[in-house]
């Protein structure tokens, strides 16, 4: 064993301590803690006992990374580290937890000591000791800790930019510091990861970064997973499967020791359940097990919701039948997005022959990227640990933002029977945002929704207030009700404010300003139109309404300039309750004011001049975007299966006259698989397609010679056939 003295020189306070309760501002909350309200003050220095094989692991080196380390000769408070079977831990062998990644810690005036299970479980007491020690004082007590699931963390599986370089270093700190052990890289824009070039190695400089990046997660204690996402045009044969398993050295080469295949969002050939099985056992066959040093493989399915998933055809059982034991399998839930239950992993378990392992897409947006998700994480069950091998979420392309969700899946898939949802989201922002986190929970308080989506999936937004703005919008509200809500908006603009002008965390601030700019103009309309309105006189209520119109032509100006994404593109803040309310309250001003003096001022806030309908149940609650005099649907991610006969319809709520259609199925030939009509009067008339570029359809000019009162999107084949929505948008003149 070896002794040094540790002088402790924390760099920064990520939570503080609740000087009645010792235990509930550590997060993730510790399975067993009997921690006291007396406290030691955090020493200066440490005498640390520690064996000499553990100098150099990562462990001692991240304790680096928050205190100083040196020779320094007298004593200190005695710091006693080690792992189950270690000499230093020898005393305390019987208190450490037999559970993977668990640790025992116990602190009084005599000295600390942490004994892990692992090497992991000593670095996760070294993270708690971490949060402990925030206030230069630290609870007296013992926690005997470790997690409930085994794998924990996040995938990069989004469709959207990929994160950047430094964006997933400070992840992968995160992570470790949270106590989140898996990382998977699988960015749907990556084309080295994917469709063309997955058969490619990385160019010399990506090639280092990921290097860099797998060091990064080691000295984290996060696995990096390497995801190949070949099912668009994989061939099932020997060239192929050669080259995925070259592609597969040559990451191992850079370090990666996690590995996964991913056969999602594609059709074709690539879907077939017995060729993927095949495979992905001679990849667990030939590459996984022989390494000797590689975690389990990990794939996720074509079928990978229970919506999408038909027994009958025999995909899932197929998978569940033939795959190795070992390989794990990825499951989102009964949709595409959605919360689990125990029921709903029961199901997919039985199926797959094996614990699912959770792809929970939450906070993602790729499909509402005019969104920023800053709620709260709730929604599954706190009964699964025991179902589950593993629980990653997929975030947003926002990364820093992202931070706040994550925090909470860090918290849930530790501690699930313990996981408190509004503890977890208040916690969150002393994490992300140390400067001000009063500031970033106030706005967040408002960015939770995620509006109309194809997934039918929300969040609860303006929570605490929403019984008071559904009194403004319903008009039953009180005077005191407006004052609640105009002192809210005040609160908003001043944490908008201060966010802005921080220069605290920037890469935080980057990814939200737009949504606070956003934020601050519906605080100032909110105050604008919720204010006592005293004087009704005419020359007073114009300038009132001036005012208005401009702050509502400022939020149209930002929504239609920032965040220009072509799927999803604006920014929306406080749209379920805050906005609605506000536009209501805006709204009976006019009326009152046209009334009184017989005016016909406008009182229209947004418009779309035309409906969505559809028997395709994935387009039924699709999003309508209006840009100017431009109509577009929502793109989609997925592959959708459509029947002969299905439509999309676009009702207009007048007529309208409608020039420049284009489509993009994502196949070539849609000008001879679908019809589009016009109805002009009572009559549906043809409208001539010609292919344009790629796989896109296109019709110029007009439509119709006269004004259209719905426009009818057909499929025409005679088999279900699966479709990618990329494009679908025409003008109106």
């Not at 991913?262 to 099985?277: L, M, N, P, V």
């Amino acid at each position: 064993m070896k002794h040094l003295t540790l002088s402790i020189a924390l760099a920064c306070s990520a939570l503080s301590l609740n000087a009645q309760q010792a235990e509930p501002f550590l997060s993730p909350q510790v399975q067993k803690g009997q921690l006291q309200t007396k406290y030691i003050t955090s020493p200066k220095s440490f005498k640390l006992t520690v064996d000499a094989k553990r100098q150099n692991t990562y462990p001692m080196k991240n304790i680096a990374s928050w205190a100083s380390l040196s020779a320094v000769k007298g004593e200190g408070l005695p710091l006693v580290l080690g792992v189950r079977g270690d000499k230093s831990v020898r005393s305390v062998e019987k208190l450490i937890p037999q559970k993977t990644e668990g640790y025992y810690l116990s602190v009084s005036p005599k000295g600390i000591t942490i004994a892990g299970q692992d090497e992991r479980g000593l670095f996760y007491g070294l993270q708690t000791l971490r949060q402990m020690m925030s206030d230069g004082k630290i609870a007296e007590g013992t926690i005997t800790d470790y997690p409930d699931v085994p794998y924990r963390g996040v995938v990069e599986g989004f469709y959207g930019t990929p994160w950047s370089f430094e964006d997933r270093l400070s992840q992968l700190k995160f992570y470790g510091r949270n106590k989140l052990n898996v990382y998977i890289y699988g960015p749907k824009d990556d084309p080295y990861h994917s469709v063309p070039k997955w058969r490619q190695a990385y160019p010399e400089n990506e090639a280092k970064q990921i290097a860099q990046l797998v060091k990064t997660a080691e000295d984290n204690g996060v696995i990096f997973y390497w995801a190949i996402h070949p099912g668009q045009d994989i061939k099932w044969n020997d060239e192929d499967r050669a080259l995925l398993l070259e592609k597969f050295e040559s990451m191992y080469r850079l370090g990666v020791r996690g590995f996964a295949v991913f056969f999602d969002d594609i059709s074709g050939e690539g879907t077939k359940a017995d060729k993927q099985a095949e495979l992905l056992n001679y990849i667990d066959d030939h590459f996984i097990k022989p390494k000797g040093d590689v975690a389990p493989l990990i794939m996720c399915p074509t079928e990978y919701n229970k919506a999408w998933s038909n027994i009958q055809r025999g995909y899932l059982p197929t998978l569940g039948d033939k795959l190795n034991k070992g390989i794990e399998v990825m499951w989102t839930g009964n949709t595409v997005v959605s919360c689990l239950d125990k029921p709903d992993v029961a199901w997919i378990n039985q199926h797959i022959k094996r614990k699912a392992y959770i792809w929970f897409n939450f906070p993602v947006t790729d499909f509402v990227r005019d969104h920023l998700l800053m709620g709260k994480t709730y929604g599954n069950s706190l009964e699964i640990a025991d179902d589950v091998s593993g629980f990653l979420s997929n975030p947003m392309e926002h990364a820093e933002a992202s931070k706040m969700a994550l925090f909470s899946v860090a918290d849930y898939t530790w501690n699930m029977k313990a996981y408190d949802t509004e503890r977890s989201w208040k916690l969150a922002p002393s994490e992300v945002f140390p400067e001000n986190p009063d500031a970033l929970l106030r706005f967040a308080h408002h960015s939770s929704a995620l509006g109309s989506n194809g997934h039918r999936f929300d969040r609860k937004e303006s929570e605490e207030l929403q019984p008071v703005l559904e009194k403004i919008i319903q008009g039953t509200a009180s005077a005191e009700d407006f004052k609640t809500i105009r002192t809210e908006c005040s609160r908003i603009e001043s944490a908008s404010n201060m966010l802005l002008g921080s220069t605290s965390n920037p890469a935080l601030i980057s990814e939200m300003k737009p949504w606070l700019r956003m934020a601050k103009l519906v605080a100032e309309y909110g105050q604008l139109v919720l204010a006592p309105r005293e004087n009704t006189e005419e020359q007073a209520f114009m300038a009132y309404y001036q005012e208005a119109r401009a702050l509502q032509r400022m939020m149209y100006l930002l929504d239609i300039e920032a965040n220009q994404n072509p799927y999803q593109p604006g920014v929306k803040y406080g749209s379920q309750w805050l906005l609605p309310a506000l536009n209501i309250c805006f709204k009976r001003d006019v009326d009152a004011f046209n009334r009184k003096y017989n005016s016909t001022l406008s009182k229209e806030t947004s418009y779309m001049p035309f409906e969505l309908t559809s028997s395709v149940e994935q387009f039924k609650h699709q999003p309508l975007l209006s840009r100017g005099n431009q109509v577009m649907i929502s793109p989609s991610n997925e592959v959708v299966r459509w029947n002969p006969n299905d439509v999309i319809i676009l009702s207009a709520k007048q007529g309208e006259m409608v020039e420049n259609f284009s489509a993009d199925m994502g196949v070539q030939g849609s000008e001879s698989l679908f019809k589009l009509e016009v109805l002009v009067g009572q009559e549906w008339k043809e409208v001539a397609l010609k292919a344009a570029h790629g796989t896109s359809v296109r019709h110029d000019g007009l439509l119709a010679d006269s004004k259209v009162n719905a426009i009818r999107w057909t499929f025409i084949g005679s088999t279900p056939t699966e479709f990618r929505l990329r494009a679908f948008r025409f003008s109106t003149k």
